[in-house]
């Protein structure tokens, strides 16, 4: 079955910078495209940052030129890295696949920028 697990969120303050990571089981993930989503409290879930299987990238407005997703095909992961981050960062984080149709999210993990 397909697991993903989300991991490095944490509290930083303005302007500061955190790498989450995303580890990916039950499937061949080279072959898989890869997101990124992101829930704040009372807002619905958005799309932060795709990586397509190929290595071509997308990306929310709300973080171009602040967010870098990345993946790492021997190790099974994505990664975003987040840079000049602002409070309105400020959600659980989600990485997701889709295989044969259906979604596959991991559990989350909290990111919150605040002084």
């Known amino acids: 079955q397909v697991q993903l697990v989300e991991s490095g969120g944490d509290l930083v303050q303005p302007g500061g910078s955190l790498r989450l990571s995303c580890a990916a089981s039950?499937?061949?993930?080279?072959?898989?495209?890869m997101d990124w989503y992101r829930q704040a409290p009372g807002k619905q879930r958005e799309l932060v940052a795709t990586i397509t299987s190929g290595g071509n990238t997308n990306y929310a407005d709300s973080v171009k030129g602040r967010f870098t997703i990345s993946r790492d095909n021997a190790e099974n992961t994505v990664y975003l890295q987040m840079n000049s981050l602002k409070p309105e960062d400020t959600a659980v984080y989600y990485c997701?696949?889709?295989?044969?149709?259906?979604?596959?999210w991991g559990q989350g993990t909290q990111v919150t920028v605040s002084s």
């Open positions: 039950g499937i061949i993930f080279s072959n898989y495209n």
């Open positions: 997701e696949t889709v295989k044969r149709y259906l979604h596959y």
